[in-house]
Structure formats: C-alpha cells, structure tokens
C-alpha cells in the first residue's frame, strides 16, 4: 500500500530539495553553511 498515492512523484521531488537544503545548510564552514561555535578549534577563522 503506497502512503501518498495521489502525490506520485511530487513527494519524491520534496525529499531530494530537502536533502540538498540539508547538506548546504549544515555544511560548517561552507560559504552559506552554519559558522563554526565556541566549543571548535576552527572558531572565529574565516572559512576557506
């Protein structure tokens, strides 16, 4: 038994974009990811 049967292919399609959301996201010391907290060794350097 399918979970989303009207969705097809739409629910897919939404956990691909999330799982590349996520990763840009919570990428530390990517240009656009999450900045390095107190508790690194990398705190307060610029990422490269």
Request: charged share 20%; aromatic share 10%; no cysteine.
């Amino acid at each position: 038994m399918e979970r989303y049967p009207q969705s097809g292919g739409l629910y897919d399609k939404v956990h691909d974009i999330a799982e590349v959301t996520s990763i840009r996201l919570f990428s530390a010391g990517k240009n656009g990811g999450l900045l390095y907290g107190p508790r690194s060794p990398k705190y307060g350097q610029t990422a490269q």
